[in-house]
C-alpha cells in the first residue's frame, strides 16, 4: 500500500482474533473467493469486486441499500487495519478503529453498489498488480504478507477485498465523469505561468486524509473522526495505511499522495497549516472546503535560486566523526544450540528486521513483539565504531540512518544493529514541471472534485442502517 500498507507489525505483535473471528463456513467476506489464490496465480477470478451476501446466520453490522455487511467481515477488517498499521490499541482505541471501519465499510459497500450498477468489474490480475506495488513500496515480501496477515487471523480475501473495492471505485469514477473533466492548453499555460511567477515560494509534497460532512448534523462526529486518527498515527499507525482505509477522496488508493504543490496553491487553511508543518510531521484535523482534513508533509522544495548545503556535511555534523548512536537486538543462542534452532532464530531475526524503523520505541516493540522475554534489547548509546568488530563496523557502514543491519552471527547468538541516527533533511530547490505534469494534475484536481460530489449524492440517496 504504497499503501494499504505503511510499515506492517509483527504477526507475532498483533493480537490474533478470537475464535468467534475463524470464517464461517463457506464464507470468505463479501466477495466470492472460491477460486481465489493467495496474492497471485491459479484460476483467475471473473470479478474481485463482485458482492456476495453473507450466508444466513451470520451476524449483520449494518445495511446498505439492503446489501449485508457482516459481523465477520467488520472483525476481519478490524485486524487488517490493525495488523498492517503497527499499532497496539487499548480497548477504547479499538472501539474507536471498530466505529471508522465499519463506516468505512459502509461507503465502500455504497461504491462497489454503484459500481455493480455500471457493470465495472475487476480482475485478478488488477488486484496481483496492485498487492504487488504495495509490497514493493514496504520492502515486503509475498511471504512476509502473508505471515503478517495469517499471525493476525486476516484472511487474504479481506485484504484482496479492500484492494478490490478501491481499484473499482476508481475506475468507475473515470468512467462516469472522466469525459466531464476538461483541461485546455490555455488551462495548462495558465498553470505554469502561476507556478513560474510564484517559484520565489516553497512547494510541498503533501499527503491527504478527508473525511467529506455532508449536513452540519455531521460536523461534530467527522471532526471526533478525524481527531481520533490523528492520535492513532501519533501512535505509530503509518499515515499511509490509514489515508487507504479511511480517507473518502480518489488520492485514498495511492495512500492520500497529492503529489507537489505550491505555497498558496491549496484553500487558505490548508495552506496555513502546511506552512507550520515540518517535513514528516501531520497536522491536526481541519475543516475546509466540503470536510476534514489531515495533512502529512513529506518533503519541501525551497524558493528557486535558493543556496543549499552539502546534504553528506550535514549528516555527518549531527555526531563526532567515527561515532554513531546505536541499538542492539538479541536473539541469544548458546555455541551448542542445534542447527535447525539456528535457523530459525536467524528467519524471525530477518523477519522482524524487515519492521524496524528507526530506534523510537524499538525497545517497546522487541517486547510486544517477543513477549516471552527471550530475545533481548540494548541501548548502546553513542557508540565509536573502531570500537566494534570489523564484520559489524562494514555491516553498519552499509545501511542508511535509522536502519537496521542484516541478522548476523556472533558468539551470543543471532544479533541485530540498528543506526538510531535520523536522516537530516536537506531541501531541493524548485523544479519548473512539464506541461504534463501540470496538465496530469490539474485532471485530477478536477476528477476528485466530482469524484467527492458523486459520493455525495450516492450518501444522500442512501439506505443505510447501522445495528
Known amino acids: ?191 505554469l505561468g502561476r507556478i513560474k511567477e510564484n517559484s520565489n515560494k516553497p512547494q510541498f509534497q503533501v499527503s491527504e486524509i478527508f473525511q467529506p460532512v455532508d449536513t452540519p448534523e455531521q460536523d461534530a462526529k467527522v471532526h471526533k473522526d478525524m481527531d481520533d486518527l490523528a492520535n492513532q498515527i501519533s501512535l505509530g499507525a503509518p499515515f499511509q495505511a490509514v489515508a487507504r482505509q479511511f480517507s473518502q477522496n480518489p488520492t485514498a488508493a495511492q495512500g492520500g499522495d497529492m503529489g507537489w504543490v ?70 541469544p543462542l548458546s555455541p551448542k544450540t542445534p542447527k535447525n534452532i539456528v535457523e530459525a532464530a536467524g528467519q524471525a531475526a530477518a523477519k522482524f528486521r524487515a519492521h524496524i524503523e528507526g530506534c523510537d520505541h524499538l525497545q517497546e516493540f522487541v517486547g510486544k513483539a517477543f513477549p516471552s522475554g527471550g530475545v533481548q534489547f540494548y541501548s548502546l548509546g553513542l557508540t565509536k565504531l573502531a570500537e566494534l568488530s570489523s564484520e559489524i563496523q562494514t555491516a553498519v557502514s552499509e545501511t542508511h540512518p535509522g536502519e537496521a543491519t542484516p541478522p548476523f552471527g556472533s558468539s551470543a547468538g543471532i544479533e541485530i544493529i540498528v543506526r538510531c541516527d535520523k536522516p537530516v533533511f536537506v531541501p531541493q530547490v524548485i523544479q519548473i514541471p512539464t506541461q504534463d505534469a501540470v496538465e496530469q494534475q490539474l485532471y485530477e484536481d478536477q476528477i476528485s472534485t466530482l469524484a467527492r460530489q458523486y459520493l455525495r449524492d450516492l450518501r444522500r440517496d442512501a439506505d443505510i442502517e447501522t445495528r
Open 1 to 191: 500500500m504504497a499503501a494499504l500498507v505503511g510499515a506492517f507489525a509483527v504477526a507475532s505483535a498483533t493480537a490474533p482474533l478470537s475464535a468467534q473471528d475463524a470464517p464461517p463456513a463457506m464464507h470468505r467476506g463479501h466477495h466470492d473467493t472460491s477460486q481465489q489464490q493467495p496474492l497471485e496465480g491459479g484460476p483467475p477470478v471473473a470479478n474481485e469486486a463482485a458482492i456476495v451476501e453473507p450466508p444466513k446466520g451470520d451476524a449483520v453490522a449494518a445495511t446498505v441499500n439492503d446489501s449485508v455487511i457482516s459481523e465477520y467481515d467488520l472483525r476481519q477488517r478490524v485486524a487488517l487495519f490493525i495488523a498492517t498499521s503497527n499499532i497496539h490499541p487499548t480497548d477504547e482505541v479499538r472501539k474507536q478503529i471498530r466505529d471508522q471501519v465499519l463506516k468505512q465499510l459502509e461507503t465502500e459497500r455504497l461504491e462497489l453498489l454503484e459500481a455493480q450498477k455500471n457493470k465495472v468489474s475487476v480482475s485478478s490480475s488488477e488486484v496481483d498488480k496492485a498487492i504487488d506495488d504495495i509490497m514493493k513500496d514496504n520492502h515486503l515480501t509475498a511471504e512476509q504478507l502473508k505471515s503478517v496477515l495469517a499471525g493476525a487471523g486476516v484472511q487474504m480475501a479481506t485484504f484482496r477485498s479492500q484492494i478490490a473495492a478501491q481499484i473499482a471505485w476508481s475506475k468507475l469514477v473515470q468512467d462516469q465523469l472522466g469525459d466531464r473533466v476538461h483541461v485546455s492548453k490555455e488551462d495548462v499555460q495558465a498553470e
Open 262 to 331: 505550491q505555497d498558496g496553491q491549496l484553500a487558505p487553511e490548508l495552506n496555513a497549516a502546511l506552512g507550520k508543518l515540518q517535513v514528516g510531521q501531520v497536522s491536526p484535523s481541519i475543516r475546509s472546503v466540503g470536510g476534514y482534513y489531515l495533512l502529512a508533509l513529506r518533503d519541501r522544495r525551497e524558493p528557486a535560486g535558493t543556496k543549499l548545503p552539502d546534504p553528506k556535511q550535514v549528516q555527518q555534523a549531527q555526531y563526532p566523526a567515527g561515532e554513531l548512536p546505536l541499538d542492539r537486538i538479541l536473539f
